[in-house]
């Protein structure tokens, strides 16, 4: 039988979990620069092409280390193909087109909106209902971005003068809401973990297809130690090893309090754009990024007490 855990060891595990998740929050932050350099160097097809087989191989091993590899069940394959290719392929062209043509600091930003947008996908389906103080912070994040939008670069513009990158980013996390809801009860069944692993397999066999004739077209062997660190970096860290790290931080606190360190991405995403790549952001973004933070904070805290209380 095994001992109750001490006081001391409950403290050291929560310490470690913190510390992940902060880790966590640093490694995606990092990866909005990090796709910015690679795609200096190569197309957004191919870069893709390049680091999703990798990120799938790791989430496999990871898997596989908690044991035989678990296969949904039949019924459930047909969604699970869907969701492949709606949450890593439409997501993926959006995310990956979207950062090449805006700053990676506004990047995150429009992807810290991914919460409003699943709050407001399953209230509009009919599966989730929620007070005032909740749409106070949707209300409050969606005018965050935009101001972060007015603020926005120019130089990559559609309409009247509004950043197609920003447009770009707002429509993944749009995509992103669509697959958090339609995997909902498939991740409560099987687990995030597997879910995860097999809609971002498909995705990755999806993205190598559509991005074999960039990696055709592109020299690889004339491609710098960088470009080949950035694919790692944006393939195995931002998406194998950040995630490991959320799945133990939900283990360990639960889901509520381990969205709130997702919280920190868009400020180490801002900080990291302004000292390696020079992105400056003008005073209307820093407000709209506050704006930002604060109302997705609000929505989280505000759905975490209903669930408290209901």
């Known amino acids: 039988m095994k001992p109750p855990s001490s006081g001391a060891e409950k403290r050291g595990d929560a310490v470690l979990t913190d510390a992940g998740l902060v880790a966590m929050a640093v490694i995606w932050g990092i990866n909005f620069s990090v796709i910015k350099i690679a795609l200096t160097e190569m197309p957004p097809l191919a870069f893709n092409a390049l680091r999703f087989p990798m990120a799938a191989a790791a989430l496999v091993m990871m898997l596989r280390l908690q044991g035989p590899l678990q296969m949904p069940e039949r019924s459930d394959v047909p969604r699970i193909i869907a969701l492949g290719l709606i949450g890593n392929v439409g997501y993926q062209l959006l995310f990956i087109y979207g950062i090449e043509l805006t700053l990676a600091g506004n990047a995150a930003l429009m992807l810290a909106t991914t919460p409003v947008w699943t709050l407001i996908l399953a209230t509009l389906l009919g599966l989730e209902r929620h007070g005032g103080l909740v749409w106070a912070g949707v209300f409050g994040a969606l ?21 197609t990158g920003d447009l770009l980013m ?57 470009a080949w660190v950035s694919v790692f970096y944006a393939g195995v860290m931002s998406i194998a090893v950040a995630y490991l790290l959320w799945y133990r931080g939900v283990e360990h606190i639960g889901s509520s309090r381990t969205s709130a360190f997702s919280n920190l991405v868009p400020l180490v995403a801002l900080v990291v754009a302004w000292f390696w790549l020079g992105e400056r952001p003008a005073a209307i973004q820093l407000a709209g990024a506050a704006v930002i933070i604060g109302g997705v904070s609000v929505t989280r805290y505000a759905r975490a007490k209903e669930a408290e209380s209901a």
């Open 143 to 163: 005018a965050g971005m935009v101001l972060v939008v007015l603020g926005g670069s120019q130089e990559v513009a559609i309409g009247n003068g509004v950043p």
């Open 170 to 226: 707002v429509g993944s996390a749009s995509v992103w809401a669509v697959y958090t809801v339609g995997s909902q009860d498939l991740t409560r069944r099987y687990g995030a973990l597997p879910v995860t692993t097999w809609t971002l397999g498909i995705g990755a066999v999806s993205l190598a297809i559509i991005g074999g004739p960039q990696v055709a077209q592109t020299d690889l062997a004339a491609l710098s130690t960088t």
